[in-house]
């Protein structure tokens, strides 16, 4: 038996695979995920005029690519594994199963970069809002990212088939349109407690204050520590959901 591989390196073995992977299998699939962002915010662009509304709209469409990639793609292919033996590999290789879901969650929540600074910087431009503080894609990426990806990963391996874990991935990234796309206030009240649950909506906050000619930095700076206590979280739950799965 071979020593089990250190946690660090083992998880940047399975990020380059699975990078790697993801990029000759998902470019397609980033533009569709960029293409229905960007046509999101031209259809709202017709009802929306400016203000916090189209701050909402731009900043829950640019976090929109995330949702698509990272949780809903990762729980087809985690759901997929799952229903193929797939995860008997990774059972036999001495990795730790945190390095596997966080190789994974770090791969298809970083494949998302282009398409969501190219959403965001076209919204500014069609909503006329200020580009200065986009810098904040910087940290609201990784952190919507893998609270996101964490979700996907724990769907896709505690669906108890792949067709569910699809439709549990689909219906995730319409949760993400709705309440994250559509203004806070223009929801009905016992929808925003759902709103305020989804791992997304405090990376799309984060997003949408800097916005704002003065943002309020403190605030931005704690929507970002929720968002990532909750990908920690949600990550955790996903690798208890691998460990599972891969004994089952």
């Given at each position: 038996m071979a020593p089990r591989a250190r946690l660090l390196p083992s998880m940047a073995a399975?990020?380059?695979?699975?990078?790697?992977?993801?990029?000759?299998?998902?470019?397609?699939?980033?533009?569709?995920?960029?293409f229905q962002s960007v046509g999101?915010?031209?259809?709202?662009?017709?009802?929306?005029?400016?203000?916090?509304?189209?701050r909402a709209v731009v900043a829950g469409s640019s976090v929109l690519v995330v949702a698509f990639v990272a949780l809903n793609l990762l729980a087809q292919y985690f759901g997929q594994?799952?229903?193929?033996?797939?995860?008997?590999?990774?059972?036999?290789?001495?990795?730790?199963?945190?390095?596997?879901?966080?190789?994974?969650a770090g791969a298809y929540a970083s494949f998302t970069v282009p398409g969501t600074a190219v959403t965001a910087v076209t919204g500014s431009l069609l909503f006329d809002l200020p580009l200065t503080h986009l810098w904040v894609l910087v940290a609201v990426i990784p952190l919507a990212g893998a609270a996101l990806a964490g979700l996907g990963a724990a769907l896709g391996l505690l669906a108890p088939r792949q067709e569910l874990a699809t439709l549990l991935g689909q219906l995730g990234m319409s949760a993400a349109l709705l309440l994250g796309v559509l203004p806070a206030d223009r929801l009905p009240g016992p929808i925003t407690y759902a709103r305020d649950l989804l791992p997304s909506t405090y990376g799309v906050e984060a997003l949408a204050r800097s916005f704002d000619r003065h943002p309020d930095w403190p605030t931005v700076?704690?929507?970002?520590?929720?968002?990532?206590?909750?990908?920690?979280?949600s990550l955790a739950v996903a690798t208890w959901a691998y460990r599972r799965a891969a004994v089952r």
């Open positions: 399975v990020y380059r695979a699975q990078l790697s992977r993801a990029r000759v299998a998902r470019i397609p699939l980033l533009f569709v995920a960029t999101i915010m031209i259809l709202m662009r017709g009802v929306v005029d400016g203000g916090a509304e189209a594994l799952r229903a193929t033996g797939g995860l008997d590999h990774y059972a036999t290789l001495p990795v730790p199963p945190a390095a596997v879901v966080l190789g994974a700076a704690l929507d970002l520590a929720v968002c990532a206590a909750v990908g920690v979280v």
